[in-house]
């Protein structure tokens, strides 16, 4: 063992990698943990920018007797992509297909390549990667190679080790070498070894399809062609590092059918498995009724199409055979569903209700990850696995082992190879819960080995499961996988803690060891128990904020698509904030981690919905400046654009003075030097003030009087709307009279605090919002909707109230009472207009829309997307943020990323949209942005609907 300091290793590896290299506090509570319920702090994270940088890395490490834990998307759920000396992140550069052979069906891939990025080169050319997890959008191949990933069409295609051709590796001893079939040579000993443990190997080892726990040695075997890279598929970093792999693929489906089959409960739905087997299906997957309803809740109604009568289903998905037509697979589909043993069956043909079904069980995937209760439901028994014909039986043991500890969980999961997803309420909160979670994976590892299962059927063992190895295999078959381990890796530098001489699976438990932080002055977190530590804790690092999900419409995470760095991400942060509840390395609100961790993020908000957890962290980024910063001199922007209604507001109410200041600000040296002086980029333009406030406007026009009797609503002027930019809501009082409302503007200034809110200035943001209550809160007694103008300000009513103010019992009546113009306009009667209302014609209209992100967020975007369809405009729908997101951007230090944000969806679709298009954006954010950035203007919901555009 090295004498060598962390100080010293580290000089040494930046003296050796061209790539990042950073013991930084805060660098490494972000690697502390992946998806897993574990935490390990690492002592170093290195991102090589390629092989040559990895060698280095792995050489430095070796010769200072370093641990070396290899890591991708991090998203492991078994605790295998954490460690104790050096993480190796090879997302961050090595990502790149290098080669793609169509005709030879492989491609050539470095190990932090996406797989979804993968499925995108392969496209084109027909082909695809076979296995597909549910987080192909971020998991990379290496990581899917390290587990022995599968996803649900496994059942056609195979494990990842069934569609890896070659690897290239370094072993524990730095020996460098291509696996592949009939290469066993390039391991010193393991050809003998092999040869003398044969009866061991094909006993013990490759009795199911879905047998991943410990080493896969039956790859080994001379009738499967001596395979070293598939017997090194799975083994969790153990053994070598991966710099490189060559894969297989195969051909695209074409228009798969789903038959969707219904049972009464899901061991019943597993019991019909063997028979559609036979059926040779592409996918046969299992979901229970209580995981469609949390989908339905979370995604709406809309999200879920109906389903046959049961209580648990199967989706099957049959694709065309070589020379088949449509009529053939969907005959073969109906004989699949008559097989099925049920009379309550649905065959979908390939379409947008297929689509719909299959969504279903990926939504799953992310939503499970809390209880139908709202609790937090952990990973730990993940995956187990068990023989097909054996998996009904299997889930009514299982299910009565959980309904007998009181344990709960969603399940769902591949039924067609015998594999279930689960994750459980196990009570890891407090260290008294360590104990009872332990008995019970100790109880379930017993029941899935009795079945002769395996503990893993694609998530790998890691730390959560080695441990319970000895209950599946025999003492021969562990001393087995400890002399494999020995011949790759003699010093036990590789992953250490796992698969061989693996910790306890109780040790390094995350949650256990964070102490309770109890809501103050702040936030109340109401649905976290009033404790920002379970609040934060919602994170358990499933990493979909790391995805590009803007194709289907997603907004997290900004800052990350712009950067690419950990640090920027939804999970990255969180992981800050969870160590600054553990204390142990960082331990105060005002730390500069904490400060680095948050800087970029833009309080978009987006996470709050996009996460299936949940993970809010616009608003623990605002509790965390409270409390770093109560009792403190603030950054000036806090004091400026952190109060901007103040001073908005006195600019404004003095006659011609804002008309005075505007004029001034068009100087533009002078303008850079109120920008320098308030802590803003220079780069940036000052914002324009309204020469006239809107409910000026509101007396000077007068109501109008009109026949009948007509609804009354109230249109909120929000700070934004009132001082900055009035044209929205005098476009709206058109709307909603033509509409047959009557609208009402109170007389008194009612703002909502958000600028006090981003800035963490909470006691400031709660005076505010109880003011509001003053004002709005009569209206609302009387039953009289509030409309908003100004999305950011509308969701802050929607979502901040309650959480500011919980015990005013004024704040829910108002926060259910608030709409945006069009949740009003498509609302069913009587809050809507009724179905003889229609919007102007847009016919022959090209709208490009910007949600601001707090719509998407906290209201949803369907109301106004279904307007606009109605409408027949030619809608071009933006997700991401426009990458001001308010005081953001307009701070220094923050341009650059703010740009970048724009760049990946705002700015591209403005330069390629026609001159006439009109671009739609209801936050006062997006329509500055454009405005600073290309010159193009604006216009809100209600001026398009107005004919105002």
């Not at 500055?928 to 010159?935: F, I, S, Y």
């Not at 193009?936 to 001026?943: E, F, K």
Request: a negative charge; proline letters at 6%.
């Amino acid at each position: 063992m090295s004498s060598l300091t962390t100080r010293d290793v580290v000089e040494e590896l930046r003296a050796a990698v061209d790539g990042e290299v950073d013991d930084s506090d805060r660098r490494r509570a972000e690697y502390s943990a992946d998806a897993s319920n574990y935490r390990v702090v690492p002592q170093v994270v290195v991102s090589p920018r390629d092989a040559d940088d990895a060698l280095a890395a792995l050489d430095v490490a070796r010769r200072s007797g370093v641990p070396i834990t290899a890591r991708g998307g991090g998203t492991s759920v078994a605790g295998n992509a954490v460690g104790t000396g050096m993480v190796l992140d090879f997302s961050r550069h090595m990502n790149r297909v290098l080669d793609l052979d169509a005709e030879a069906r492989t491609a050539t891939v470095q190990p932090g390549v996406v797989m979804s990025d993968l499925q995108a080169v392969a496209r084109p050319h027909g082909l695809q990667f076979g296995p597909d997890p549910s987080t192909q959008n971020r998991a990379t191949l290496g990581g899917m190679i390290g587990n022995n990933a599968c996803g649900p069409h496994a059942v056609a295609y195979g494990r990842t080790a069934d569609n890896t051709h070659t690897l290239d590796v370094v072993d524990g001893t730095g020996r460098r070498f291509a696996a592949g079939a009939g290469t066993l040579d390039a391991v010193p000993g393991l050809d003998d070894l092999v040869r003398a443990e044969l009866a061991t190997i094909r006993t013990a080892l490759g009795r199911f399809k879905r047998q991943v726990s410990g080493y896969s040695l039956e790859h080994l075997l001379p009738e499967h062609d001596a395979d070293l890279a598939k017997m090194l598929v799975g083994t969790e970093g153990t053994l070598v590092t991966i710099l490189g792999a060559t894969v297989r693929l195969v051909p695209l489906p074409t228009a798969p059918v789903v038959v969707a089959l219904g049972y009464p409960d899901m061991p019943t739905a597993a019991d019909a498995v063997p028979a559609l087997l036979e059926h040779e299906p592409l996918a046969v997957e299992g979901i229970d009724a209580r995981l469609v309803d949390v989908v339905r809740r979370h995604r709406g109604p809309a999200a879920v199409p109906e389903l046959p009568d049961g209580a648990g289903w199967l989706l099957v998905e049959v694709g065309a055979r070589p020379g088949e037509t449509d009529d053939d697979v969907l005959a073969r589909a109906r004989a699949l569903a008559a097989a099925g043993g049920t009379e309550a069956a649905a065959v979908v043909p390939a379409g947008a209700q297929a689509a719909a079904l299959w969504r279903i069980r990926a939504d799953g995937a992310g939503l499970g990850g809390r209880t139908p209760a709202g609790a937090p439901a952990w990973p730990g028994w993940e995956d187990a696995a068990v023989p097909p014909e054996r998996l009904g039986d299997y889930l009514r043991d299982f299910t009565a082992l959980m309904s007998d500890r009181g344990i709960d969980g969603l399940l769902y999961g591949h039924f067609g190879d015998g594999c279930v997803h689960v994750r459980l309420d196990l009570p890891l909160e407090t260290a008294r819960g360590v104990g009872p979670s332990r008995d019970f994976l100790e109880s379930a590892a017993d029941l899935v080995a009795g079945y002769g299962g395996s503990f893993s059927g694609e998530h790998g063992d890691g730390r959560a499961r080695s441990a319970l190895l000895d209950r599946m295999y025999t003492p021969e078959v562990l001393d087995l996988f400890g002399r494999v381990k020995h011949l790759f890796d003699p010093d036990g530098h590789l992953n250490p803690g796992v698969l061989v001489d693996p910790r306890p699976v109780d040790a390094d438990l995350r949650r256990p060891h964070a102490r309770p932080t109890l809501a103050r002055s702040g936030f109340a977190f109401l649905e976290d128990g009033g404790d920002f530590t379970t609040a934060v804790h919602r994170c358990t690092g499933v990493g979909k904020c790391r995805a590009d999900t803007s194709a289907a419409g997603g907004f997290m995470c900004p800052s990350y698509l712009a950067t690419k760095d950990e640090k920027d991400v939804t999970r990255g942060r969180a992981r800050v904030l969870q160590d600054l509840t553990n204390g142990s390395l960082i331990e105060s609100w005002d730390s500069p981690a904490v400060a680095e961790s948050l800087d970029l993020c833009l309080s978009c908000k987006a996470c709050a919905s996009d996460c299936p957890t949940g993970t809010d962290v616009a608003t623990y980024k605002s509790e965390v400046l409270h409390r770093a910063y109560r009792g403190k001199l603030r950054p000036v922007t806090h004091y400026l654009l952190g109060q901007l209604p103040r001073w908005s507001g006195l600019v404004t109410a003095v006659p011609g003075l804002a008309k005075l200041t505007n004029q001034v600000m068009r100087v533009r040296p002078l303008a850079k030097l109120v920008l320098r002086a308030g802590g803003m980029d220079t780069r940036r333009h000052m914002l324009s003030f309204a020469e006239e406030r809107f409910t000026a406007w509101w007396r000077r026009r007068g109501t109008r009087t009109t026949m009948g009797e007509r609804r009354r609503v109230v249109l909120w002027s929000d700070s934004f709307t009132e001082t900055l930019d009035g044209a929205g809501a005098r476009a709206a009082v058109t709307v909603l009279e033509d509409a047959g409302y009557e609208v009402v503007v109170p007389a008194e200034r009612a703002c909502c605090g958000l600028t006090w809110i981003t800035t963490g200035q909470l006691d400031g943001a709660k005076k505010q919002l109880a003011n509001l209550l003053d004002v709005l809160g009569p209206y609302v007694a009387e039953g009289i909707p509030i409309i908003g103008i100004e999305p950011s300000c509308t969701a802050a009513l929607r979502s901040d109230l309650v959480e500011l103010l919980p015990d005013d019992p004024r704040s829910r009546p108002v926060a259910e009472a608030v709409h945006t113009l069009a949740e009003l306009l498509t609302a069913p009667e009587p809050l809507g207009p009724g179905p003889d209302w229609v919007p102007r014609s847009l016919e022959g209209v090209e709208v490009v829309a910007q949600p601001h992100c707090h719509h998407h967020a906290v209201m949803g975007w369907e109301p106004d997307a279904a307007i606009l369809t109605k409408a027949g405009a030619t809608l071009t729908r933006l997700a991401g943020c426009c990458g001001l997101a308010g005081n953001f951007g307009m701070e220094r230090g923050h341009y650059d990323t703010s740009v970048a944000v724009a760049e990946t969806a705002l700015l591209p679709a403005l330069r390629q949209a026609g001159p006439d298009a009109v671009y739609l954006a209801d936050g006062m954010s997006c329509r500055t942005q454009a405005d600073h950035l290309v010159g193009r203007r604006g216009v809100h919901l209600a001026q398009l609907l107005a004919g105002q555009a």
